[in-house]
């Protein structure tokens, strides 16, 4: 049997629950068609880029499968009928990674203690004080000049 990653958005209008159920409705899919779910990560309730179906955010949820052609081809089928998920893919890999996916490892480094965000802490630079000391330069206007 192959190795597959599978990623699929639910809708932002349902509950946590619901798409715990949606895990469990595919987690069954697989297993009847003679497949199996490994791991299962819940990455949460994301802003999309685009509108997907009138949606803005979804909920994004990662499962490893080992299984067969058939049940990936039947998962497939039942997810594209379902109105509950916007999309999925499904991608065949030599090996499942150990540990966290890269989003959840993201999101980990995201939420530690004492981080002062993206530029990091200021160090010993010290507070910029007062600004209005610069000199400043006449602005420009865009009727070339005249005023």
């Known amino acids: 049997m192959a190795l597959y990653e599978h990623v699929f958005l639910a809708r932002q ?3 946590s629950q619901q798409v715990d159920a949606l895990v469990e409705q595919y987690k069954g899919v697989v297993e009847a068609n003679g497949g199996s779910i490994g791991r299962v990560e819940n990455w949460g309730l994301k802003s999309l880029t685009y509108r997907i179906r009138k949606n803005r955010k979804a909920y994004f949820t990662l499962m490893d499968m080992t299984a067969p ?5 039947e ?3 039942q997810m594209g009928l379902s109105e509950d998920v916007l999309r999925f893919m499904t991608i065949r890999v030599d090996a499942h990674e150990e540990g966290p996916s890269a989003m959840m490892q ?12 993206p530029r990091g802490d200021r160090g010993d ?6 600004r209005d000391d610069r000199p ?7 009727d070339g000049g005249a005023q």
């Open 125 to 130: 630079r010290g507070p910029r004080g007062d």
């Open 106 to 117: 993201k999101r980990d480094r995201d939420d530690r203690p004492g981080d002062r965000g």
């Open 13 to 15: 209008d349902l509950s």
């Open 75 to 77: 998962l497939e089928r």
């Open 136 to 142: 400043r330069r006449p602005r420009e206007h865009s």
């Open 69 to 73: 052609a058939a049940a990936v081809q």
